[in-house]
């Protein structure tokens, strides 16, 4: 059998299969269908400081092998994940806290309040959906050192990751700038700004007219960003971007990935997190690879 | 809930761009009104309404709308097919809610066979079933179990002409229904949520666009009446109207 286990920021992880912020709430719907301790580690949908309703209806559309979604952060808030959800899902997997804030401030304040409570934080500074905070942190390297450097300072013990946004001039200049402020790693890429529209009634099909863009059909594109960000920096990289099957996570990680995030295929297939483990086992198998964090950063290029 | 691969028995045309497709799978407990979620070869999967399932064979009827409903027309009998089900609450009628009205529209009928199926033994069932025209009627031997039913159509080609809505609201005063069961557009759930006015519940299963269907994703949200939401595929999709702001 080989060796899945990958150690992300110091933290050791029985796989490196995430399911992505967004796709899988706080696990338990998912656990009705599958026991969720198989996964790497669990990220959390966004948690905001206070709850959020999120946005009108439609909030998912289709276009060719990609799916566009604008769901504004609906959450319960973080309060209600700590009363609720945490203890349950910590009991299960690791915990990767995907915190968005609409401030600076914010993020710190929502950060120290998840300090030492879950396994990792990830900073969302790349949710294309909101009007305030979101993405507006995460395209300019100013911003994104300094909101890393407010979420770091309120973060004593818990590694940081910071999500980024791949609707950005250059991802190795943001990748710099999030290791500049401290962060311990970064994910990515969240999803892609794109519209898909309705000819008949000559309308965009989100009620949010534009939306993040996710699935198969991004998966070059990830992965292209994915080898360039690792290439720029010395902190690990959690890779993500249309991941249906193992040997698409395989590609993540020959980019430079540590561990990799599933999200829309979660939609597609319910057991796509657990179908990607077996195959990433049956793949170092098949080709003598004993240990998966190995082929981390081994791509030869031409 | 489950993920299982199911194979087609029947794929068929049974009114204008409308097919029922029959699949075998593993026996699962089935309330009316619960849907599954079919994949399509698309990333997303389509939900349908369970219309019937007996012992290991479950039927779901829709409309070729778009590119995923036109793929599963294609699909013919062997084919192996991917379900998640069954998923969501279903149609739940408390003791005394004996007498029951039916009331669908267009696709919405085709949760509300389930609910006839199912609620025929034990209530007073009167149904009205509201349809484009003649040649959009389907499944009216299913619908037949019911005490008293109603065919409407736009167009007044077959049965009486206007909604399902105005054909209830014509007899509501003589069938005096403990509880309403409804599915169709929202402009028809409307209508009906105000022509009723709380008189008495109506329990109708909502429709909207999902994502995981399975409750994470927070995709299919609707709005709650004390300014929440709620999640069609989880919470619901059948809703007291009476707690939902349409």
Redesign the interface.
């Known amino acids: 059998m080989a060796d899945l286990s990958v150690t992300l920021c110091g933290v050791p992880l029985k796989n490196p299969v995430i399911p992505a912020s ?4 706080f696990g338990r ?2 656990n ?2 599958y026991d969720i301790s198989v996964l790497g580690a669990v990220a959390t ?1 966004g948690l905001t400081l206070a709850p959020r ?2 946005n009108p ?6 276009s060719g ?3 566009l ?1 604008a ?1 504004g952060l ?2 319960p808030g973080v309060e209600s994940f700590l009363k609720n959800d945490l203890s349950w899902l910590r009991s299960k997997t690791r915990v990767i806290a995907n915190v968005a804030g609409s401030t600076v401030e914010e993020y710190g304040e929502i950060c120290a309040r998840l300090d030492g409570k879950t396994d990792f934080i990830e900073l969302n500074i790349s949710c294309p959906n909101v009007k305030c905070g979101g993405m507006a942190f995460g395209v300019r390297p100013a911003d994104v050192e300094r909101v890393t450097r407010t979420a770091k300072d309120a973060l004593k013990s818990t590694p940081l990751i910071v999500k980024l946004s791949p609707n950005v001039e250059s991802i190795s200049a943001v990748a710099r700038a999030a290791e500049a402020g401290g962060a311990d790693g970064i994910s990515l890429v969240n999803t892609f700004t794109g519209m898909a529209i309705d000819v008949e009634r000559r309308r965009p099909v989100l009620a949010n007219n534009t939306g993040g863009v996710s ?2 059909g991004i998966k070059p594109i990830a992965v292209r960003m994915v080898y360039e960000a690792s290439r720029a920096v010395n902190i690990p990289v959690v890779g993500m971007g249309g991941i249906v099957c193992a040997e698409d996570a395989v590609e993540f990680l020959l980019a430079g990935a540590t561990a990799v995030q599933v999200g ?8 796509a997190c657990p179908k990607i483990i077996e195959g990433l086992s049956r793949w170092c198998e098949a080709h003598g690879v004993e240990k998966i964090g190995a082929l981390t950063g081994a791509l030869q290029c031409n | ?3 299982v691969i199911a194979t087609v028995l029947e794929n068929i045309r049974i009114a204008e761009e409308v097919y029922s497709l029959t699949f075998a799978a593993e026996e699962i407990p089935v309330r009316a009104g619960q849907f599954c979620m079919i ?1 399509v070869g ?4 389509r939900p349908f309404a369970l219309c019937k399932a007996e012992g290991e064979r479950y039927t779901v009827c829709y409309r070729v709308k778009g ?2 409903t036109r793929a599963l027309a294609a699909v013919r009998p062997k084919d192996e097919i ?1 379900v ?1 089900m069954p998923l969501g609450n279903g149609f739940v009628l408390q003791p005394h809610e004996k007498t029951v009205a039916v009331v669908g529209g267009g696709v919405g009928v085709f949760p509300l066979i389930a609910a006839i199926r199912a609620f025929c033994g034990e209530r007073e069932v009167y149904s009205f079933m509201g349809f484009r025209n003649r040649a959009a009627v389907c499944m009216q031997y299913e619908m037949q179990r019911s005490k008293e039913l109603v065919i409407a159509t736009d167009d007044g080609s077959a049965g009486y002409r206007g909604t399902a809505v105005q054909a209830f609201m014509e007899n509501v005063g003589r069938i005096r229904p403990d509880a309403v069961l409804a599915c169709g557009p929202l402009p028809m759930l409307k209508a009906l949520k105000t022509a009723v006015g709380g008189r008495f519940p109506v329990y109708a299963s909502l429709e ?15 709005n709650t009446a004390d300014g ?2 709620a999640r069609v595929c ?1 919470d619901g999709p059948v809703f007291d109207l009476s707690k939902i702001s349409l």
């Open positions: 967004g796709t899988f709430g719907e998912f009705e269908i949908k309703s999120g209806v439609p909030r998912i559309a289709e092998n990609v799916v979604n769901v609906q959450n699935g198969a829309t295929h979660n939609f597609t297939d319910a057991l | 809930m489950r993920e994949g698309a990333p997303l999967r590119a995923g991917s998640l909207e666009r999902m994502g995981c269907g399975i409750g994470a994703c927070l995709v299919c949200v609707c929440g939401h989880k």
